[in-house]
């Protein structure tokens, strides 16, 4: 029997970079995901309800969200949906089942790389048509009628048994329970030589060390590098998904993958580590005592696009997100393609994937794709960096080194400041903005201010324009510091800070990446005055 549930409105349900991200007390309160998923329902169009794709990383609180979204889905018209085994689809997973089953769309439960557990954080988000997370404007309308609701609607049944593969039905409403690795899979091999790949690891050319974090790809990682591939089981560990990740953060970073650093910089190490985050979107790459930073990565990528598969017709164009360094701009320019600099978020990148102007694109935040599904693509990412060692015969730290040699170094790290009060964060942010033309033609520690500038984007596709996406301050040499609020935190404000140094002399790019910034960093530092206004002497983590 359908139910209509009196409700007040919460007015803090705004979507930040990617869907709501709430602690897990605060998203579990009465009525709060009951509001958020309502109004989500109100704004889908009667088409986009015909089909809908469901799951989740599997953190604390999942089971209970997807059983709740269903009950309100069958309530609201909701004809079908598609959902992961147990309720778990990695994100990629999820943009590609919306793309593969033409669903009107997805509800995908993640935090990404946030902490999980009860004391963890909670997320959700909606990817539209083409799997691609909501673009601004669906996002600010979901968010207005948040602040309205007055009554929900939700199906009085009983919890369906999602351990099962196959059919059922709730209401007027047909589920349909599918095995979370299979299709995901069969989209990969055809992006990627699996015969081929599988050949070079059995004859020892290729190897890896795979650290799931107890996050969502374990069971794809068992599956897709141990059981296709023939890696050796040992070798992709915490394979386990938890709801708490067993403790960790994962976050795939220098940090917090700290075993899997440990190995790669040992004797004897694989000749890839790679390590995935809670959703199983973002990647980290290590070579034997290497380093990949993500924009590196992403222009090795692009520099060696012609060996993928997928990328067999050539790249069409690619994208950047404004704080990633300018390495990939390079390589488009040497491959005579267009490079596009858009604010950060994945969404951003939907409608120039859409429209067939780019086919590969990236973030500094340890993000990679393709033009195969609308999402970042962490484990996608470590089958590009498989395939380009085993077809160029060399190991990362090699194909770092032909990068930089040819192109220059973008030496490039990220300081950031968590848990910063929002007031603090704001003045920060606020006497930067004032100061930001003042800036011009100064020099700081040695560094000349060319340009500072509040990043706005027009989206060349929909004419759309996004303001406020940061500060970029350009100084001569090509070096760019970028300063901007985290949009994906749970607590209090993190300020994040981009340090670029492009290092041209041949003779120079063999440095220490933390060592050669440090200069920059404090001048990163006095331009925003983050320690006299903050208090804080040192970033909190530094990647
Ligand atoms: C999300 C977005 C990314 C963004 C990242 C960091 O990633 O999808 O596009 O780069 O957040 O955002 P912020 O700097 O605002 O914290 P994920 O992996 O958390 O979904």
């Not at 902490?115 to 207005?144: M, V």
């Not at 100061?435 to 004419?463: C, H, I």
């Not at 300020?495 to 002399?505: F, H």
Request: proline share 4%; glycine share 10%; hydrophobic share 40%.
């Amino acid at each position: 029997m359908m139910k209509i549930v009196k409700t007040a409105p919460f007015q803090d349900q705004k979507p930040g970079t990617s869907g709501l991200r709430k602690k897990i007390v605060h998203a579990t309160q009465e009525n709060y995901l009951e509001n958020f998923v309502q109004s989500m329902m109100d704004l889908l169009a009667e088409k986009e309800k015909s089909l809908l794709v469901l799951g989740g990383d599997g953190r604390y609180y999942n089971d209970q969200a997807i059983q709740l979204i269903i009950k309100i889905a069958a309530a609201n018209g909701v004809e079908r949906l598609l959902i992961g085994q147990r309720g778990i689809l990695s994100t990629p997973a999820a943009s590609h089942l919306i793309r593969h089953y033409s669903a009107g769309g997805g509800i995908v439960l993640s935090a990404s790389h946030n902490p999980g557990g009860k004391d963890g954080d909670f997320g959700i988000k909606f990817n539209n048509a083409s799997g691609s997370p909501a673009p601004e404007s669906f996002t600010s309308e979901l968010f207005e009628l948040t602040k309205k609701i007055s009554e929900y609607r939700i199906l009085e049944s009983d919890d369906i048994d999602l351990s099962k593969l196959g059919r059922s039905v709730v209401g007027d409403m047909q589920i349909d329970v599918l095995d979370a690795v299979a299709d995901y899979q069969d989209m990969l091999a055809k992006s990627f030589d699996m015969t081929w790949l599988k050949e070079e690891f059995s004859r020892g050319k290729l190897s890896l060390a795979f650290d799931a974090m107890h996050a969502v790809t374990g069971p794809y990682a068992k599956v897709i590098f141990g059981q296709t591939l023939g890696e050796k089981p040992d070798n992709i560990v915490n394979a386990v998904p938890l709801e708490d990740f067993g403790g960790g953060h994962p976050d795939p970073n220098l940090v917090h993958a700290k075993d899997l650093v440990a190995k790669m910089y040992s004797k004897n190490s694989p000749l890839l580590g790679a390590a995935s985050d809670g959703d199983g979107d973002r990647n980290l790459i290590l070579g034997a005592s290497t380093f990949v930073s993500p924009s590196d990565s992403l222009a090795v990528i692009a520099e060696h696009a012609h060996l993928i598969p997928q990328f067999s017709g050539g790249l069409r164009g690619v994208a950047r997100s404004m704080p990633t360094s300018t390495a990939l701009d390079r390589v488009a320019i040497d491959k005579g393609i267009p490079c596009y600099e858009t604010p950060t978020g994945w969404k951003f990148f939907g409608n120039l994937l859409d429209a067939g102007m780019i086919n590969l694109c990236g973030e500094e935040s340890f993000g990679t794709s393709g033009d195969h599904i609308r999402e970042k693509d962490g484990l996608w990412a470590v089958l590009c960096w498989l395939t380009i060692c085993g077809k160029t015969n060399k190991a990362p730290h090699e194909l770092l080194r032909d990068l930089w040699q040819k192109y220059g170094r973008s030496y490039y790290c990220r300081y950031d400041y968590e848990g910063v009060p929002q007031a603090l964060a704001d003045q920060v942010m606020k006497e930067l903005k004032d100061k930001l033309t003042d800036l011009k033609g100064v020099t700081f520690g040695g560094f000349e201010v060319l340009d500072a500038d509040s990043f706005s984007y027009v989206d060349p596709v929909d004419n759309s324009s996004t303001h406020n996406q940061g500060f970029r301050i350009f100084l001569r040499g090509g070096h760019r510091v970028i300063y901007r609020l985290s949009g994906t935190g749970t607590d209090n404000a993190t300020i994040r800070v981009y340090l670029e140094l492009l290092e041209k002399d041949t003779a120079k790019i063999d440095g220490d990446v933390f060592e050669t910034l440090k200069g920059l960093g404090n001048v990163a530092n006095e331009l925003a005055n983050v320690t006299s206004i903050t208090g804080f002497v040192e970033p909190s983590v530094v990647t």
